[in-house]
């Protein structure tokens, strides 16, 4: 065997349904950010330089926090469902 490899089973620390409910919350915070990338049109950064990555990040974030109380408010409008 090689050196720092344990090949015993791990002991079973989670369940099978805690196992798919993480597995499902990670999807859920992916799905999110996804929205929320769409959302404010963030792409990436704008160059490499972490002196404006940084503020450029910064800013796009501060923009999700501000815009998404009124985007959920917004999707659950009946004038949205009608527009769907």
């Not at 344990?6 to 002991?11: E, F, N, S």
């Not at 910064?58 to 959920?72: G, T, Y």
């Amino acid at each position: 065997m090689a050196p720092g490899r344990d090949l015993r089973p791990a002991p079973k620390i989670f369940t099978t349904a805690d196992i798919l409910a993480l597995y499902r919350l990670r999807w859920r915070i992916e799905l999110a950010f996804k929205r929320l990338k769409s959302l404010i049109g963030l792409k990436g950064p704008p160059g490499v330089d972490e002196r404006s990555a940084k503020p450029y990040l910064l800013a796009h974030l501060l923009m999700i926090l501000l815009l998404e109380p009124l985007v959920d408010e917004f999707e659950d409008s009946p004038h949205w469902q009608l527009a769907a």
